[in-house]
């Protein structure tokens, strides 16, 4: 059996409609359905309404996110994550599109995959080619994370005092040092 992670830390989010209804109804069954493959669900945060991102291309979201235990590895997790979205209407036809559900694998534990030197790549990519291109592996931890709010916020209900494997900053470290507009779009349900 795999090793047991106690820091897996998911953030899901959605701004269209599933089989399962509006996008509240549709990440609180996604938790439900995560708790039915496998995972200890430790925390959820409350619901919070974002704006779209990239601004304009679309509905407001909905954002949470989940500290889970599970016998999963970190493939493992994201093909979990894959699969559970899939069963929710789930299309990966546009980076950054509209989603009825999408969940990312934003911290396991405090690994950094696949290597240093390859988050970092990700990590720098300026902005117009982050919305072009997408990594063809799992970047771990997410590699945007620390500029997203609509991450940060929620994650802080469930993981705070997480430590970000390369920048040494908690998660609490990390929403501070966001702009306060950003974290005030942030609006919880």
Same mark, same amino acid.
């Given at each position: 059996?795999?090793?047991?992670?106690?820091q897996?830390?998911?953030?899901?989010?959605?701004?269209?409609?599933?089989s399962?209804g509006d996008?509240?109804?549709?990440?609180?069954?996604?938790?439900?359905?995560?708790?039915?493959s496998?995972?200890?669900?430790r925390?959820v945060s409350?619901f919070?309404?974002?704006?779209?991102?990239?601004?304009g291309?679309?509905?407001?979201?909905?954002?949470?996110?989940?500290?889970?235990?599970?016998?999963?590895?970190?493939?493992?997790?994201?093909?979990?994550?894959h699969?559970i979205?899939?069963?929710?209407?789930?299309?990966?036809?546009?980076?950054?599109?509209?989603?009825?559900? %999408?969940?990312?694998?934003?911290?396991y534990?405090?690994?950094?995959?696949? %290597?240093?030197?390859t988050?970092?790549?990700?990590?720098?990519?300026?902005p117009?080619?982050?919305?072009?291109?997408?990594?063809?592996?799992?970047?771990?931890?997410?590699?945007?994370?620390? %500029?997203?709010?609509?991450?940060l916020?929620?994650m802080?209900d469930?993981?705070?005092?997480?430590?970000?494997?390369?920048?040494?900053l908690?998660?609490?470290?990390m929403?501070?040092?966001?702009?306060?507009?950003?974290?005030?779009?942030?609006?919880?349900?």
């Amino acid at each position: 059996m795999a090793q047991i992670c106690s820091q897996l830390v998911i953030a899901l989010g959605a701004n269209q409609p599933s089989s399962a209804g509006d996008p509240e109804v549709t990440l609180g069954k996604a938790v439900d359905a995560l708790m039915q493959s496998q995972a200890v669900i430790r925390a959820v945060s409350p619901f919070y309404r974002t704006p779209c991102f990239p601004a304009g291309a679309g509905p407001d979201y909905v954002n949470a996110a989940v500290a889970l235990e599970a016998p999963w590895s970190p493939a493992q997790a994201l093909a979990e994550l894959h699969k559970i979205e899939n069963s929710f209407g789930r299309v990966r036809d546009q980076r950054w599109g509209q989603r009825t559900l %999408d969940m990312d694998l934003i911290a396991y534990g405090d690994q950094v995959a696949p %290597d240093l030197a390859t988050y970092t790549q990700w990590r720098d990519l300026n902005p117009e080619a982050q919305s072009l291109k997408a990594p063809d592996t799992l970047i771990l931890p997410h590699p945007r994370l620390q %500029d997203r709010a609509f991450v940060l916020v929620p994650m802080a209900d469930v993981a705070p005092d997480w430590r970000h494997p390369v920048s040494g900053l908690t998660v609490l470290q990390m929403l501070a040092a966001l702009p306060k507009s950003l974290c005030d779009e942030v609006k919880a349900l």
